[in-house]
């Protein structure tokens, strides 16, 4: 019932900037806790960074933390994954989702939830 449609993923310079959207389409965008997600080769997806359905609480990955912001825009039914002073460690596929539950949290996100497609980053050092 709900789509889910990644973009602006590409092959960028480290140390430069990069905006990922999540496009949603289906049920009520405004309802669902959202994440970003990453995977490599060989590697299970981890998470990045999660918003919960009013935009008001969200996790970051220590990974990320202080580089990325996530972000939700429900008039355009859009998540968004501002990715800044990139690392050659940020490539990976990145993956957007979303569930239902009422309470964040990175971990609940499972492959009973919706998923994009994913979108590839690739940063080049």
């Known amino acids: 019932q709900v789509q889910l449609v990644e973009s602006g993923g590409g092959v960028v310079e480290a140390g430069t900037s990069l905006r990922l959207s999540c496009a949603a389409s289906?049920?009520?965008?405004?309802?669902?806790?959202m994440g970003w997600f990453r995977q490599t080769p060989g590697q299970e997806r981890a998470w990045v960074a999660v918003i919960n359905w009013s935009g008001g609480s969200t996790y970051y990955a220590n990974s990320v933390k202080g580089r990325f912001t996530i972000s939700r825009d429900k008039g355009k039914n859009t998540m968004y994954l501002q990715m800044n002073s990139l690392k050659a460690e940020d490539t990976a596929v990145y993956y957007c989702?979303?569930?239902?539950?009422?309470?964040?949290?990175?971990?609940?996100?499972?492959?009973?939830?919706?998923w994009g497609q994913g979108t590839q980053v690739t940063v080049s050092s």
């Open positions: 989702a979303a569930q239902s539950r009422r309470t964040l949290s990175p971990t609940t996100f499972n492959e009973d939830d919706y």
């Open positions: 289906g049920r009520t965008f405004s309802t669902y806790n």
